[in-house]
């Protein structure tokens, strides 16, 4: 059998099962397990897949981000009663990041304060823009086409350059050691965000939850506040009172 022949016959598998370790590839189409590798490299190469501890998977099994404007349609109600319950941390004239996420944005539409905003975010700053009370700081670098935000290096050391009186970041998903991203440039800025604020507070849906993602960007000892839609499961209730983070429900 031939290397195209074996990649779509192991797409077929990953569409019933989602994942497939390298020892059920080997026995499904008779290879050996160095064929097998070359056979998930191919894949991953090609962005078919993504590697897993011994095998492949397909790529939503790792809760791979949906567009940016898409995932914007999503638990909008949700997501506007978390934005509104951060309002109450800004103040006027206050210096505040705010991160690339839905659930800021749904707390910036609703944002009518004298203030002065820092962000990484197209789409934060364009609904700002048009809040005349509001001034907006835009960092500048790459686009990340996917999640709509820009970076690089000069923009990183400016960020290391203020102190801000809050920082509200989002999530893709809550471990019980942490907080996680789905790149790293996103977890890196999150991070430094945070290091600079002094509050930093966390808006994030109670589906983040159940999702994993890769990389870590924030410990629980990171964040003053969590503002969620509901209670968290029994762990990370614990973990909350371990590391005094303070839990609100949006209402």
Not at 27 to 49: C, F, M, N, P
Request: charged residues 25%; aromatic residues 10%; neutral net charge.
């Amino acid at each position: 059998m031939y290397q195209e022949e074996r990649l779509v016959s192991i797409l077929d598998y990953l569409k019933t099962h989602q994942s497939m370790s390298v020892n059920e590839i080997c026995a499904h189409l008779h290879i050996s397990r160095d064929t097998a590798r070359r056979d998930i490299v191919k894949l991953t190469e090609q962005g078919a897949a993504i590697r897993t501890h011994g095998g492949i998977a397909l790529p939503d099994l790792q809760n791979t981000v949906l567009a940016y404007r898409e995932r914007l349609q999503t638990f909008s109600d949700e997501k506007t009663r978390i934005g509104s319950t951060a309002l109450s941390f800004i103040h006027e004239k206050g210096h505040y990041f705010f991160d690339t996420s839905t659930t800021v944005s749904a707390m910036a539409r609703q944002l009518d304060i004298e203030t002065a905003v820092y962000t990484h975010s197209l789409d934060i700053a364009e609904i700002l823009s048009d809040r005349a009370r509001s001034t907006v700081f835009l960092f500048g670098g790459a686009l990340n086409k996917t999640n709509r935000y820009l970076f690089d290096s000069e923009s990183a050391r400016q960020l290391e350059r203020i102190r801000f009186d809050c920082s509200f970041l989002g999530a893709a998903a809550i471990a019980e050691d942490g907080f996680y991203y789905h790149d790293k440039d996103d977890a890196f800025i999150k991070g430094t965000a945070a290091a600079r604020s002094d509050r930093t507070i966390v808006l994030a849906d109670s589906k983040k939850f159940t999702k994993v993602s890769r990389f870590k960007g924030l410990g629980w000892e990171n964040v003053d506040t969590l503002i969620t839609s509901e209670r968290p499961p029994a762990p990370f209730m614990h973990t909350l009172s371990l590391y005094g983070t303070e839990l609100m429900i949006a209402k």
